[in-house]
Antibody, heavy 119, light 107 residues
Framework: EVQLVESGGGLVQPGGSLRLSCAASGFPFSNYWMSWVRQAPGKGLEWVANIQQDGSENYYVDSVKGRFTISRDNAKNSLYLQMNSLRAEDTAVYYC????????????WGQGTLVTVSS | EIVMTQSPASLSVPPGERATLSCRASQSVSSNLGWYQQKPGQAPRLLIYGASTRATGIPARFSGSGSGTDFTLTISSLQSEDFAVYYCQQYNTWPWTFGQGTKVEIK
């Protein structure tokens, strides 16, 4: 069974940093692109970042470029999102997600972790 | 960035009736479109990809159609478990973008 379990969310002040982690199991992690998708409270979905299987290629939405870094450790079956210079508008549930093979869609999602940026 | 616009924003449908949800892209996305279902407090679930292919385990009452800029998700006979928010998402051009959602409510 595919499982994605996020951790690391919480309350942080504007300008602060936070690192999210995602533990993956139940599938060959190193074979898949992975992603982070976020959802502000009561709002829609926003695809934040993608990372290739070996970590050599990644993509970010413009609103987080230069502030967020996606990374992975295939030996630990883990995905990460380092978030710096956080803003109030980054407040959201952050989902770890597996991209379906060969397609830009998500076939498995974690349960999400809430990040709140507030003073 | 490709803007995805869903209509209507909300839809009230009696159980057993058909629901038709629309999604329009600001430019062509070919058939690179997916649909997701999200229930309160849960992560989204993939329903459709490639505009019309049902994901694994998705009941046949869910169907997708369209290509280019106009797409439709049809739920042929609404069941109680289908009342949720539905999102379309294009994956033709980065950044991949979602519509704002259509909430399907019980009438």
């Amino acid at each position: 069974e595919v499982q994605l379990v996020e951790s690391g969310g919480g309350l942080v002040q504007p300008g602060g940093s936070l690192r999210l982690s995602c533990a993956a199991s139940g599938f060959p992690f190193s074979n898949y692109w992975m992603s982070w998708v976020r959802q502000a409270p009561g709002k829609g979905l926003e695809w934040v970042a993608n990372i290739q299987q070996d970590g050599s290629e990644n993509y970010y939405v413009d609103s987080v470029k230069g502030r967020f870094t996606i990374s992975r450790d295939n030996a630990k079956n883990s995905l990460y999102l380092q978030m710096n210079s956080l803003r109030a508008e980054d407040t959201a549930v952050y989902y770890c997600a597996r991209r379906a093979s060969g397609r830009g869609i998500i076939d498995y999602w974690g349960q999400g972790t809430l990040v709140t940026v507030s003073s | 960035e490709i803007v995805m616009t869903q209509s209507p924003a909300s839809l009230s449908v009696p159980p057993g009736e058909r629901a038709t949800l629309s999604c329009r892209a600001s430019q062509s996305v070919s058939s690179n479109l997916g649909w997701y279902q999200q229930k309160p407090g849960q992560a989204p679930r993939l329903l459709i990809y490639g505009a019309s292919t049902r994901a694994t385990g998705i009941p046949a009452r869910f169907s997708g159609s369209g290509s280019g800029t106009d797409f439709t998700l049809t739920i042929s006979s609404l069941q109680s478990e289908d009342f949720a928010v539905y999102y379309c998402q294009q994956y033709n051009t980065w950044p991949w973008t979602f519509g704002q959602g259509t909430k399907v409510e019980i009438k």
